[in-house]
């Protein structure tokens, strides 16, 4: 699958690295340029090549991780979404450390503005409940598989980032739809920051 990852640090470059080796195809840009990439691309191997801003949001699947600061900058009312699937792992945060700051969003949620700013997307919000480095981390038994909870309203978007989780050795766990599941999944939410494990039988 061709995916394209905005945003281009820990995460982003985490998610390339993982999804390549799942084999899929990864172009990852950030607010710089894929000259600014070069030497990144070059350690990720060749499934991961970087792109422009505007070709990133052309691939049939996204994943957003740029800061939520900046999701009104990059997710402009010009794009034809054209239903692709847009996957949000952005957390609300308005600053980072030292200062940690949590957007205050009301009743509202973060994957619900991101809907409306990409309103013929199919959204899905994951891979934001856990820190980069507990959810690649190394699991405590090989019978066991860390659990990624997924939110959307539309099942086949839903099942695109289950079968992304699923080739990266994690467990997705569906969590409902994006209002309610996205409400639980960003900080604050009862499922933010939860590590849990998926043990399977066999
Ligand atoms: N780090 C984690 O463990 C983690 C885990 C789960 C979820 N998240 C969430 O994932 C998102 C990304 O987090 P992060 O830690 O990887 O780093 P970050 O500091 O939040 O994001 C920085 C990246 O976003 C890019 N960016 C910023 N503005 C842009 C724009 N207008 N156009 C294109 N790219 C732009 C930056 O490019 P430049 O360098 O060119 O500015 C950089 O590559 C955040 O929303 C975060 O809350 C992070």
Not at 22 to 31: F, T, V
Not at 153 to 173: E, K, R
Not at 174 to 189: D, E, S, Y
Request: proline share 6%.
């Amino acid at each position: 699958m061709k995916i394209g990852i905005l945003g281009a640090a820990k995460l982003g470059q985490s998610l390339a690295r993982h999804l390549a080796e799942a084999g899929h195809d990864a172009l990852i840009a950030n607010s710089r340029g894929p000259e600014s990439l070069r030497e990144l691309v070059t350690q990720l191997g060749s499934r991961v090549t970087a792109g422009h801003v505007a070709d990133v949001l052309n691939s049939p699947v996204v994943i957003l991780a740029v800061p939520w600061t900046k999701v009104r900058d990059v997710l402009t009312p010009d794009i034809e979404w054209r239903d692709r699937v847009l996957i949000d792992a952005t957390n609300i945060f308005v600053s980072y450390a030292p200062a940690f700051e949590i957007d205050e969003l009301g009743e509202d949620s973060g994957s619900e503005i991101v809907a409306r700013l990409a309103p013929s997307a199919r959204v899905v919000k994951a891979f934001n409940t856990l820190p980069i480095e507990v959810m690649f981390a190394p699991r405590p038994d090989d019978g066991l598989r860390r659990v990624l909870f997924v939110a959307g309203d539309d099942a086949d978007a839903v099942c695109v980032a289950q079968q992304l989780i699923t080739g990266m050795d994690l467990y997705p766990v569906p969590v409902g739809p994006l209002a309610a599941g996205g409400r639980l999944m960003q900080l604050g939410g009862s499922l933010s920051g939860l590590e849990l494990f998926f043990a399977s039988r066999d």
